[in-house]
């Protein structure tokens, strides 16, 4: 029967001081090595931290020069004194005043148009009336009454130019011209007037799309506006470090009890959107 000999018995193995030595060198070699590289993540993590704030800055900067030009195109809130309190109220921009004369310059235009076809309508060839020139009418009773005045003062010698100047004559009435077209003529500036027309239309379209396009835009800048006002107000804007994890850049956006913020996740090259509760509801 064969005994195993125990493994806990020093002396089946002695102790070998210089690989007590060696091993412990490496350990402390590793330690130090170890030590060396987080201080260099450390490093490097501030380095990003640092640029990606930089960067965070610069782009809250470029927007709110954007707002800032687009206040006087597009509008801009006016506080206003109602009462005893103050409102906000929209101002439109002088893009939108601009457009609001070219609409009522082109509504002008199609009235006109529309009068100018009516009148031709009245002047085509058939359907207008001359008026009849008045009658030309002379008093026999004061002309006789003058005669008489003029012989009786001249003795009966009265010249021929004394007679004459006595007369008076009423100018007739001018007639009423009315110009009237014929079919040809009736027809070229028919054509005309429904070619300025059409030209009018499909301006008046493109000119609609152009409303349509300024009202996204003013939608789109009254909420950046909102949301720039609720970035200055909100108490994440420093870009703080949450949980030594999410470092926060920019506001997205702000609801009755949270706020969700543009991220970037450390140690990952990854972009995220957190949701913080800042007014939740306690009992």
Not at 97 to 121: A, F, V, W, Y
Request: net charge positive; hydrophobic share 30%.
């Amino acid at each position: 029967m064969h005994v195993l000999p125990n493994l806990a018995d020093t002396n089946l193995f002695p102790p070998n001081p210089q690989a007590k030595v060696e091993s412990e060198k490496k350990l402390s070699a590793s330690t130090k090595t170890e030590e060396v590289h987080k201080k260099q993540l450390a490093k490097c993590v501030e380095v990003v931290k640092r640029l990606l704030v930089e960067k965070s800055t610069i782009e809250k900067k470029e927007i709110r020069r954007k707002c800032m030009q687009n206040r006087l195109r597009l509008g801009q809130f006016v506080t206003q004194r109602v009462g005893a309190t103050y409102q906000e109220n929209w101002q439109d921009g002088y893009a939108f005043q601009e457009l609001s004369k070219r609409q009522e310059n082109m509504q002008q235009l199609r009235e006109s148009i529309d009068r100018l076809r009516k009148t031709l309508s009245k002047k085509k060839e058939g359907t207008s009336v001359r008026k009849k020139p008045s009658s030309l009418s002379t008093s026999t009773t004061g002309n006789n009454s003058n005669s008489n005045h003029t012989w009786a003062s001249s003795g009966g010698n009265s010249s021929g130019s004394n007679s004459n100047d006595s007369f008076s004559f009423l100018k007739p009435d001018a007639p009423a011209k009315e110009c009237v077209l014929t079919q040809q003529e009736h027809y070229e500036k028919d054509e005309i007037l429904k070619l300025r027309a059409n030209s009018y239309k499909k301006e008046d379209a493109a000119l609609q799309l152009e409303v349509e396009k300024l009202e996204r835009e003013r939608n789109l800048h009254i909420r950046e506006l909102k949301r720039i006002s609720n970035e200055d107000q909100s108490r994440f804007k420093d870009h703080p470090v949450l949980c030594d994890r999410y470092l926060l850049l920019m506001l997205l956006g702000k609801g009755g009890f949270s706020e969700v913020h543009k991220v970037r996740v450390c140690l990952r090259k990854k972009k995220s959107a957190v949701l913080i509760l800042t007014n939740y509801p306690t009992e």
